[in-house]
């Protein structure tokens, strides 16, 4: 071969940066078509309304209250304000969490090539990309929708820590764990998998380097629990009560968070988004069955792992510590659930097994298709391919479903769409409205001030909430799923 010849194909890109480029593309494509289609409601009107009070000097030592009462602690709401202070406006503030959403898709490729080989990263790139759950919490602006590019960061930082003696990215890991807690108090799950890297590597771990990581972890979270020392750790008392959930028997919040685990791996468990209401047809069921599959691979990456866990003995190379770290990963937050009900476990909560689990996923197909030989790698990224465009084909139907019917009656509920349009109507006639989120696209409040005549208030029915007659004295109009009574 030439010399130019060989340096013209050393400037082509490799078919394999060709196909993790075209799974990018594909992943910001999901993620950022449509967002107006994005769930809109009273959080992320909350959200950005405390990241304009930061921006006016409003400190703030908490961040939003959760579904318990308890506050979170407050770096989302300082990266919110951080966002508006760039651009305002809600679907701006969607797209930085979709661009997250899809650099943490990258990362993922990157993180898993050089560890696991090109077909094991492009199909678990390919599951992560198109997996309907995740393109979901890569849609809209919600603080546990910014965790998958820190949790694939510390899953960077333990494989370093198992790879390399006395490194300081050690350092990192306790520096991450507490921004995910920061981002969804869940993931203090995540302690499991790191104590376990960190008591399987004692000897090699750069325990200054950890101290120091603690130090500066102790310090991001110094306003948060300052403010609980103030206040008698209240927020530390309801996070536990929250935890053991109400009612139910205890222990069943493992199965609970198994469940969840698989659910957020497929299309599975989609009646939390959607209520009672279902898009149906082909593209559901053909997205579901690729889901069953990808459940079954990831039963065969656990088993394969555990089996060359055993077989290793105590002698664990560093392929199969990578492994095991990613079965102690879903086994330890799983386990953080066993004091708990069913009902004390919640779909975002396991946002936090992002990449993992679709990486054992990959593996097991990895394992699977090893029977093959010489074909292995053709026939793993033929099967990815065929999930990946079931995924997408489920996740375009339910976004033309969100389109037709504007939202849904689970947990979805109305789209920015249509209360943007109500805002601007009541703007147009200089009046307010008693549904939070559209009073804050009015007004940029929350609440409408003191002293508004009733008569300068448009009241608001949410009809996938609420069935009753609205009363009404004047003119009702419909935006989508939201009916209000403008007054006359």
């Not at 679907?91 to 490729?109: R, W, Y």
């Not at 103030?230 to 536990?240: E, N």
């Not at 992002?354 to 093959?372: E, I, M, Q, R, T």
């Not at 990815?384 to 996740?395: C, D, E, S």
Request: glycine content about 10%; charged content about 15%.
């Amino acid at each position: 071969m030439s010399y130019g010849r060989a340096m013209r194909r050393g400037r082509r890109p490799s078919w394999q940066a060709a196909s993790a480029a075209a799974i990018l593309a594909l992943a910001a494509w999901l993620r950022l078509r449509h967002l107006g289609l994005a769930e809109y409601d009273d959080d992320q009107a909350i959200a950005l309304r405390i990241g304009h009070d930061i921006l006016h000097g409003n400190v703030r030592t908490v961040g939003l209250a959760s579904s318990s009462g308890a506050s979170n602690p407050p770096l989302y709401v300082y990266i919110v304000a951080f966002v508006v202070l760039v651009h305002d406006g809600l679907i701006f503030a969607t797209v930085t969490t979709a661009v997250l959403a899809v650099v943490a898709v990258a990362l993922t490729f990157v993180v898993v090539r050089r560890r696991f080989g090109a077909p094991v990263a492009l199909t678990t790139t390919a599951l992560f990309a198109t997996a309907p759950w995740a393109v979901l919490y890569g849609r809209h602006l919600w603080q546990q929708d910014y965790l998958p590019v820190v949790t694939v960061s510390l899953l960077w930082s333990l494989f370093a820590v198992l790879e390399r003696s006395r490194t300081r990215v050690a350092l990192l890991v306790p520096v991450l764990f507490v921004v995910s807690i920061q981002l969804n108090l869940s993931a203090v799950a995540l302690i499991l998998p790191i104590a376990a890297v960190l008591a399987y590597r004692g000897r090699d771990v750069d325990w200054r380097a950890v101290v120091g990581g603690c130090t500066a972890g102790v310090v991001l979270l110094g306003p948060w629990l300052a403010h609980n020392a103030k206040h008698g750790f209240r927020d530390f008392s309801l996070i536990a009560d929250n935890g053991r959930g109400h009612g139910g028997a205890a222990g069943t919040g493992t199965i609970e968070a198994i469940r969840q685990v698989v659910d957020l791996l497929s299309a599975e468990g989609w009646t939390f988004v959607t209520g009672e209401q279902h898009g149906g047809g082909a593209a559901w069921t053909l997205g579901r069955a690729a889901g069953v599959v990808v459940i079954v691979l990831l039963c065969i990456g656990i088993v394969t792992t555990v089996a060359r866990v055993v077989r290793a003995g105590g002698r664990l190379g560093v392929d199969t510590a990578r492994r095991a770290l990613l079965v102690a990963w879903l086994v330890g937050i799983c386990l953080a659930y066993v004091t708990s009900s069913r009902n004390g476990v919640g779909p975002h909560y396991l946002i936090i097994s992002y990449p993992v689990s679709f990486l054992l996923a990959a593996l097991g197909l990895d394992d699977a298709a090893s029977v093959l030989g010489r074909r292995s790698a053709v026939a793993s990224l033929g099967v990815a391919a065929a999930i990946g465009g079931a995924f997408v084909a489920f996740t375009l139907s339910f976004q033309a479903f969100v389109q037709r019917n504007g939202g849904t009656a689970g947990n979805y509920d109305v789209v920015y769409d249509d209360a943007s349009a109500l805002a601007a109507a009541v703007h147009a006639r200089r009046l307010h409205v008693d549904r939070a989120s559209v009073e804050y696209l009015v007004s940029g409040h929350l609440n409408i001030p003191d002293g508004v005549p009733q008569n300068d208030v448009v009241t608001v029915r949410d009809r996938f909430r609420d069935h009753s007659p609205l009363p009404c004295s004047g003119q009702i109009r419909r935006f989508g799923k939201l009916e209000a009574c403008f007054p006359p």
